[in-house]
């Protein structure tokens, strides 16, 4: 380790988990972004590697694009089946690309990607990230190649003269276990939000978020963008 | 009494419910707010969903998927109680599964026999339960709700053991055949929505879609 790590505890007053597989967090980024400029606050974005088997099953598709092999039960598709579906509908709405994936993705280099990009500047960690997931959710990015992950720094602006060394040694090691600590802290999704240590998962808090970041002024907001009042008669 | 008319694709949104999921529970005061904000009244159908999974013991050498299980678990109990605070509702046992059906059949029959006071009947169900004092399987405690929502209780028991029995097996069929697994579910126009966090996107929907969509 290089740095002492918390994963509920950073400089800033605000720490984002993202994973660049979620379709959750890609929809989450830019309304999350919105937050740094309105508050004029630097948020600590980190990946988060989520190990979708582990809960909800695992497919994979056949090159006629049907199931060609699942252990997922009835239940685990309906659940993902109508997130997809919900994804899509939002998305489409603020012109956004979300393809249909044949697999689950490892995407741990690209979240090796997204620290070392971070360790070079906040401008470079924003630009890859937004080239990652705009274009890994157009299907046209290899987020598992070493290579592609490398010409997207660069293009990002980021040196890369050590990063293959950084994500087959200290920084594959650092992932790895950082992962593990995130896990055990209780962060086990995206996009997740930290503020003062608390933990909150999904999008649909951001009004809370912002309601906190704001120094809680007027009465807590439910989730959601509008607030409907709890003060209904009959 | 004719049978009710279950609508998924028409203009009048629907919204289910299950008396025991505190999910339920707190959509009601914003999906009160949000039909008020559009003038119109939703169609509220009774549906039992499965309920919430309570989170297991901690085990030494659990698994990634047991301790993804239970921190998921652990964490929707933190989140339900920090959004009740915000309705200032303070949250029973979450994970009760009692028998709902006389409970579900007597928003049916309080749909039937004074659909204004549906809202009344709903409320007073939820705020009983959620405080311990309601057996949702109980015809006649069900009967003291309907009272006092304003409804009358003429042929209550009638219903209760008769046709709304087989409207109220019905009804949640047809709504679990259709894929509702979970509440409180939207329908607008044949789009399913889980969770109150899509009202916006609902009235954004049912208003014309003008201006920035939700998020």
Not at chain 1, 5 to 20: E, G
Not at chain 1, 130 to 152: G, S
Not at chain 2, 33 to 49: H, I, K, N, Q, T
Not at chain 2, 142 to 165: K, Y
Request: charged share 25%; aromatic share 12%; glycine share 8%.
């Amino acid at each position: 380790m290089t740095e002492p790590f918390d994963p509920l505890r950073s400089a800033s007053p605000l720490i984002v988990y993202i994973d660049f597989k979620s379709p959750y967090a890609y929809l989450a980024k830019d309304p999350t972004y919105a937050l740094e400029r309105d508050f004029g606050i630097e948020i600590d974005w980190r990946p988060l590697t989520l190990d979708i088997p582990s809960y909800l099953g695992s497919a994979k598709l056949g090159a006629d694009g049907r199931v060609a092999e699942s252990n997922r039960t009835p239940q685990q598709w309906s659940g993902v089946k109508y997130a997809y579906k919900d994804v899509r509908r939002y998305a489409s709405l603020r012109g956004i690309t979300t393809r249909g994936t044949v697999k689950i993705w490892d995407s741990s280099l690209a979240g090796i990607g997204m620290e070392w990009a971070k360790q070079q500047s906040r401008a470079i960690q924003r630009g890859y990230i937004d080239r990652v997931y705009e274009r890994f959710w157009k299907r046209e990015l290899d987020i598992e190649d070493p290579r592609v992950i490398e010409a997207v720094l660069v293009e990002a602006g980021s040196d890369v003269e050590g990063f293959e060394a950084y994500h087959t040694g200290v920084g594959r090691a650092r992932h790895n276990e950082v992962q593990l600590r995130i896990f055990d802290a209780g962060v086990f999704g995206v996009p997740s939000y930290v503020i003062d240590g608390e933990l909150f998962f999904g999008r649909e808090h951001l009004p809370m978020v912002r309601w906190l970041l704001g120094g809680k002024r007027g009465p807590a907001p439910d989730v959601a963008y509008r607030h409907f009042g709890a003060d209904t008669t009959a | 009494m004719s049978e009710a008319v279950i609508d998924l694709v028409g203009d009048r949104p629907t919204v289910c419910i299950d008396f025991k999921n505190p999910k339920a529970y707190l959509a009601l005061a914003p999906t009160f707010a949000l039909e008020d904000v559009l003038g119109l009244r939703f169609d509220w159908l009774p549906v039992s969903v499965s309920p919430l999974a309570r989170p297991a013991a901690r085990q030494p050498n659990e698994d990634r998927g047991a301790q993804h299980r239970r921190m998921r678990a652990e964490y929707y109990e933190r989140d339900l109680r920090r959004y009740a605070r915000v309705y200032g509702i303070e949250l029973v046992d979450l994970y009760r599964n009692p028998d709902t059906s006389i409970a579900c059949i007597g928003l049916l029959f309080a749909k039937r026999t004074n659909d204004g006071a549906v809202r009344r009947y709903l409320r007073l169900s939820f705020e009983r339960y959620w405080n311990a004092q309601l057996d949702l399987a109980d015809v006649r405690a069900i009967a003291s709700v309907l009272d006092v929502a304003g409804i009358s209780t003429n042929g209550w028991e009638t219903f209760a053991s008769g046709i709304g029995r087989d409207e109220n097996e019905r009804i949640g069929r047809t709504l679990r055949e259709s894929g509702i697994f979970d509440v409180p579910a939207y329908v607008v126009a044949g789009d399913v929505y889980f969770g109150r966090q899509h009202l916006p996107m609902i009235e954004w929907q049912l208003t014309g879609r003008r201006g920035e969509p939700p998020i």
